[in-house]
């Protein structure tokens, strides 16, 4: 069964904070622009279903509890304290997620490698929080 499309008010919220993001910092979306809509539609449907682009790419037990955790709403601490975006939604110019920032024993190094940020001035505005994210990242896998 094909899932329901999001609203339109979502998708032009969603669209926004995308385009506002990368601008903010430095990334792009992704060259493929079907990696971009498949993220795109998930958050926007997310933002019908519970109020909060949480992130289309995690599974999660109980998705209005995860909005209470606020770890998972787009953009989310990996993102704000990392600048890793799980989904592809904001990337460098070669479609890879910066990697520089993750810590060495993180999911995203052991996949992609070592990925340079090329606008390290811009972005991570929790940069500070990332020993508290450590902390919940190994209490609390989600
Ligand atoms: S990984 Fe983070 S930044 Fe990327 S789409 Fe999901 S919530 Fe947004």
Redesign the pocket.
């Known amino acids: 069964m094909a899932l329901k499309p999001p609203s339109d008010a979502s998708l032009t919220r969603v669209r926004k904070l995308v385009d506002v993001?990368c601008r903010k910092t430095g990334t792009t979306t992704h060259p493929e622009k079907e990696v971009t809509e498949l993220?795109v539609l998930g958050?926007a449907r997310h933002i019908d279903e519970l109020g909060k682009?949480?992130?289309?790419?995690?599974f999660y037990p109980d998705k209005k509890e995860e909005v209470r955790h606020r770890t998972?709403?787009?953009?989310?601490d990996?993102?704000q304290i990392y600048k890793?975006?799980?989904?592809?939604?904001?990337v460098n110019e070669n479609g890879q997620p910066v990697t520089e920032h993750l810590p060495e024993d993180h999911e995203g190094r052991g996949i992609y490698g070592l990925v340079r940020d090329s606008t390290p001035d811009r972005g991570r505005p929790l940069r500070d929080q990332a020993e508290e994210r450590e902390k919940e990242r190994k209490e609390r896998p989600s």
């Open positions: 993001y993220v958050l682009p949480l992130c289309p790419c995690r998972w709403i787009c953009p989310c990996d993102m890793y975006c799980h989904c592809l939604l904001f």
